[in-house]
């Protein structure tokens, strides 16, 4: 947690506690629901933290530690890439109009 940007960590446990406190509940649950969040955003944040796409279950630092033991040698991250969701995908632009306009002329 100390890797991450301490500004963004306390504008997410203030969004989280704003959140919390709009439920009613005691302060120390607010506290825990809190903590909570926070931890969930960091295993959200983290890649070594987040599940591996593979399997879904297994944390990647985990993928990186067997993966270690099987070359018999450190393996580290050097970089990563992040795909989104769509990304790459191209869509085509149609006039909808003009395809109509097109299919009558036939």
Known sequence: MADLDKAEVERERGVLTEKAALSG???D?????VEG???KAYQEWVLLEQA???????KVSKVVDDAA?????PVRLAGYL?????????KKSEDFAAE????LKK
């Open 52 to 58: 591996f796409i593979i399997d879904g279950k297994t």
């Open 69 to 73: 033991k099987q070359v018999g040698a």
């Open 37 to 39: 969040g926070i931890r």
């Open 82 to 90: 992040r795909f989104a969701l769509g990304e790459g995908i191209e």
């Open 29 to 33: 649950i607010i506290a825990k629901m």
């Open 25 to 27: 509940k005691a302060v």
């Open 100 to 103: 109509v306009a097109a299919q």
